[in-house]
């Protein structure tokens, strides 16, 4: 009850009615896993109904419930609400599930970032007389949005649909890789009409659109760009849209906000209702049609390169205005994805993990058009080759589990995709290095680390193939060897990042350790020894910032010596840490955990730094200016990444049942099926890809090790369907409440007697069986195991 009491104060921003289902959903999200009984596998349409793309879309999972294909270019969906830049945090997805007016529907959303931008090429259906301004939300009426009910709204993969309470409009929307179709229902008797709005994007602010243009071809097709000034500097946005009935009436406007001294001059006698083009940085849009004739459908394509490039997309895509055969063919597309894992259990457990494939399946996405085309991080148009240009890659996040996932769950072609993106994006970039934060191809400089290194690394040492090898080292170590970029060259010369003129210093060294090691694992593995010498040496620099006195790792000074004082939970601006403090950042070394242990004095000391981490009274407000602190058990944040693997490391102290422990606790508190169902940002799927893997009974605390640790199961049985064709199951025998630590685990029948799986063993299908018991009686989780791997090895 006390922990029901805690999710509900965690509401307390949504409405007493979601409250109300939320404690329904968690009494059952506990007790449904721990049936005696098992369930069928589900059907095709029982899987897509088992995922709810609201999920995550209440207080800090930054997640959208629009319609989006898997790793496609668009992402179309409802904004709710467009805030002032500093006030932006809250709705970095364009979307809350609290909020009751919808603005539009745009066609660019990321799912589940902690910073924003997007929300490009926003359309709003209207009948009755149309305003240009969205107004106010709390007077009905005073503009263009429209309230909505949770009543009259549905999402599912692919697919999305409101009423648009105001105008009495039905709204669905459905998607292919480059192309959003909208088909609205108006009602009979009213003039229906469709406003396009340039100047709406998440993370607003005045001056963010730099230029837009939009003009009416002969064949009444519109075309546009929109260029802004938002994460990544001079991004430009091209559009092609087409609607199923003839324009009756048009109508532009340029409603530029700012002040400008000299505007040029304008075409004699063009008035809004009979020009065909405009440009500037406040471009509205509104296009009139036959009221009697419904529905309306209406195609919207994307490109990143030009006019001309988004209607081939169309043209390639959707070249019809069937709705339901773009709908249909979404809908096909998710059915084959989903199909990829089995999971038999509880609807709430199977809703919770399909929901969270969903999500880890959204990105990176599509960046480039039919033909090949694509805007790489010089702003120039490159033509892909034999590969796919993807983007949007939140980096610092996805190397610990969501691309670690892929390898096992998306074709290999896919990951190739991913390296040869980054592969070209490091050719093209003006510093000669691998993609840190990037954006529809461009670079935002957002993050620590180099963090495309262990990607392309785990991808080579899994064997996948699809890409150069050789070019592959050659752009990590140039990424890993760029003085200018984030005081590498003073990590170079000094073996860490003094704080003296670094707030993140501290992470930044312990982060880079871990890239070098898995350049130190490639190179080694293509035999390139002086390669593979240097950067093992660079993979041990955690050691350099780690204080052997108290045990943690501090800021320290150029000088040598470590920064006093030192508050190990200070964290923010100032700290020498990134999104978190020393009580996260000190257990970073997943490529050298048993050199931790011996820095610390032994097993039982890394035990007690845990324990004492998890089991701390800290009071949230301390952290509430901090963001992206979220979802905490004592100064363990499982709402940010860098906790992610710290369950796991009481395996390496020898004590398993200490990791089975902590993992039922983390589940238990982190996630349920409910908007409010992730305490933290999803993060382009790398909290969703911690919940599958930690859920099968496994997690790669260490990508580029080929190993996985085992934690505890919390699904009865699933069967994953690799992409080589072999089938690898795992299942859980007599798993309850009571029975939640393993008393026996057998890979292929036979005993295991370590606490990790292999990559190899994994690839090539089979069962991993676990068999659970009461801690009194777990004896796998208390005998002595062989330990994962650690750069030094246990003595």
């Known amino acids: 009850m006390t922990f029901l009491m805690h999710r509900v104060q965690i509401c307390r921003h949504a409405s007493l009615a979601i409250k109300a289902v939320s404690i329904v959903l968690v009494a059952l999200f506990f007790c449904l896993p721990f049936v005696a009984f098992a369930q069928e596998p589900v059907s095709e349409q029982d899987r897509l109904a088992l995922v709810d793309p609201f999920i995550g879309t209440g207080p800090d999972g930054h997640t ?45 959303h990321f799912s589940g970032s902690g910073h924003s931008d997007l929300g490009d090429v926003l359309l709003q259906p209207i009948s009755g007389d149309v305003q240009l ?32 309470l105001d105008y009495g409009i039905h709204a669905e929307l459905t998607v292919s890789s480059r192309v959003g179709v909208h088909r609205y229902t108006y009602p009979i008797g009213k003039p229906a009409s469709v406003l396009v709005d340039l100047r709406s994007s998440i993370y607003n602010y005045p ?43 048009h109508s532009l406007y340029d409603r530029e906000p700012l002040p400008v001294e ?37 195609k919207v394509a994307l490109s990143s390169v030009s006019e001309d490039g988004a209607i081939a997309n169309m043209d390639a895509e959707v070249p019809n205005f069937d709705f339901d055969a773009v709908h249909a063919a979404a809908k096909a597309t998710w059915i084959k994805e989903l199909q990829r894992m089995d999971v038999t259990g509880p609807a709430a457990v199977q809703k919770n993990l399909y929901t969270a494939m969903y999500h880890a399946l959204l990105s990176p996405n599509l960046s480039m058009d039919v033909d090949g085309s694509y805007r790489g991080p010089d702003n120039q ?172 790792v501090e800021p320290r000074l150029a000088n040598g010596e470590y920064r006093v004082p030192f508050d190990p939970t200070r964290a923010g601006a100032g700290s020498g840490f990134t999104e978190g403090n020393a009580w996260q950042y000190s257990w970073y070394q997943p490529q050298d955990v048993q050199g931790l242990i011996d820095l610390l004095g032994g097993r039982q000391q890394l035990v007690a730094k845990l324990d004492a981490m998890f089991d701390a009274k800290v009071d949230p407000h301390q952290y509430a200016d901090v963001e992206d602190i979220s979802g905490m058990i004592g ?21 398993p049942a200490r990791t089975q422990e902590r993992l039922r606790q983390i589940v238990e508190s982190q996630y349920r099926p409910a908007p409010d169902g992730l305490v933290g940002n999803d993060d382009l799927g790398q909290m969703s890809a911690w919940l599958i893997f930690t859920s099968l009974g496994f997690y790669p605390v260490a990508p580029g090790s080929n190993e996985y640790v085992i934690g505890r199961p919390f699904v009865e049985d699933a069967t994953l369907h690799l992409p080589n064709g072999n089938t690898f199951k795992v299942a859980a025998e007599n798993l309850s409440s009571s029975n939640a630590f393993i008393q026996s685990v057998t890979l292929n029948g036979k005993p295991l007697t370590r606490m990790f799986l292999r990559h190899d063993e994994l690839i090539r299908g089979g069962e991993l069986r676990f068999v659970m018991s009461p801690k009194a009686d777990a004896t796998w989780s208390t005998q002595q195991l062989d330990v994962p791997y650690s750069m030094t090895r246990a003595h």
Request: proline share 6%; aromatic share 14%.
């Open 635 to 655: 100064q363990y944040i499982h709402g940010n990444e860098p906790s992610h693997q710290l369950a796991y490391l009481y395996d390496y102290a020898g004590e």
């Open 64 to 108: 959208f419930p629009g319609a989006t294909v898997p790793f496609g270019m668009v992402q179309l969906s409802p904004d709710t609400q467009i805030r002032p830049f500093k006030q932006s945090y809250k709705w970095a997805s364009g979307y809350r599930y609290e909020d009751t007016t919808i603005l539009g529907f745009t066609h660019t």
């Open 207 to 249: 001056g963010k659109v730099l230029w837009s243009r939009l003009r009416i071809r002969d064949d009444g097709t519109v075309t546009g760009v929109r260029e802004t000034r938002g994460w990544a500097p001079g991004r430009q946005l091209y559009f092609a849209i087409r609607f199923s009935q003839a324009i009756q009436q």
């Open 133 to 164: 301004e969205p107004g106010d939300i709390e007077k009905p009426g005073s503009g263009y949005r429209s309230r909505f009910s949770h009543k009259q709204e549905r999402a599912e993969p692919g697919y999305y649909a409101v009423d648009l």
């Open 262 to 298: 000299y505007r040029g001059f304008k075409t004699p006698g063009t008035t809004p209702e009979n020009t065909q083009a405009m440009e500037g940085r406040g471009i509205v849009a509104v296009f009139g049609f036959h009221p009697q004739a419904q529905p309306l459908v209406v």
């Open 381 to 552: 148009v490159h033509h892909a080759a034999g590969f796919h240009f993807v983007s949007n890659l939140s980096l610092w996040d996805t190397y610990r589990a969501q691309q670690p996932l892929m390898t096992l769950l998306a074709p290999e072609e896919r990951t190739s995709d991913l390296v040869n993106s980054m592969l070209a994006s490091q050719r093209e970039s003006p510093f000669g290095i691998l993609p840190i934060w990037q954006e529809q191809g461009l670079e935002t400089w957002c993050m620590i680390g180099y963090h495309a290194v262990p990607e392309i690394a785990d991808a080579y040492l899994k064997g996948i193939r699809g890409f150069d090898a050789d070019e592959a080292l050659r752009a990590v170590v140039a990424s890993a060897s760029y003085g200018p970029y984030g005081s590498l060259d003073e990590y170079m010369r000094l073996g860490y990042v003094p704080v003296d003129h670094d707030d993140e210093a501290a992470s930044k060294t312990v982060e880079y350790a871990f890239d070098d090691w898995t350049i130190a694992r490639m190179a080694a593995a293509m035999k390139h020894t002086e390669t593979a010498d240097t950067f093992t040496k660079r993979a041990a620099n955690w050691r350099n910032n780690f204080n052997a006195k108290d045990g943690f």
